[in-house]
């Protein structure tokens, strides 16, 4: 009995000094030099499908023009999504300044500026969310605490798309950039613009869901488009003259539950 108590407590012992020397308490991956926007990822036609959460249907668009403005609240997301794949196939990072929206295309930039405190920062869309109700886009944490928001968790923004190159990845609004930014706008300001509200594999569908609009709206229309994954057709609302009264017609929408993005024709 003696020798078997002796032979447990030798056992004991040795998964004590086993564990003291594992890993304790692993410290979450946190890259050197993460302040960026990251590396896209390739392109991924998945992201560009309509989706649904909670009941409500999503329409992703291909495209959308610069200086496209939206309003509304944006929360932050890190633990436990960090290192998790995010909706266009890269491993999510809270360090690098990115963020989600629930239908602008990937790999676009927007500036993004806290109306409570005045602060702005730049981020990549590479994911899809928020979407609980009245949140228009998830900042990574970087993002979040560029722009004063991480102990709040949520801040009134106005969110303002960019485009697709910027020449300084800090997470910063550099004055040149801000300027070229401008410049952009003021291009975009009078010209031809609609409200892509749908996008759809089936032209039967796109067909349906546009005759449905046009009980309320005269000008719908059904545009294919070729995708590496195949035809999509994009459903278009609207002949606008302005951006401003393009944006001003996709918030009454918006506030009807129809979701929707101003493109340039």
Known sequence: ????????????????????????????????????????????????????IDGQRYYPVESVSTGFRERGIASWYGHPFHGRKTSNGETYDMYKFTAAHKTLPMNVYVQVNNLDNGKSTIVRINDRGPFAPGRIIDLSKSAADRIDMVNSGIAQVEIIVLGYNLRQPTGRVARSQSSDFYRSREMVERGNFSLQVGAFRSHDSAQAYAEELRQQHPHVQVIPHSTPDGTMYRVRLGRFTSLETAELESQRLQRRGVENVVVAQ
């Open 1 to 52: 009995m003696r020798r078997t108590l002796s032979l447990l407590a030798i056992v004991i012992l040795s998964l004590l000094v086993l564990s003291a020397c594992g890993p304790r308490d692993p410290r979450p991956y946190s890259p050197a030099r993460g302040k960026d926007f990251g590396v896209p990822a390739p392109h991924a036609p998945g992201t560009l499908r309509p989706y649904t």
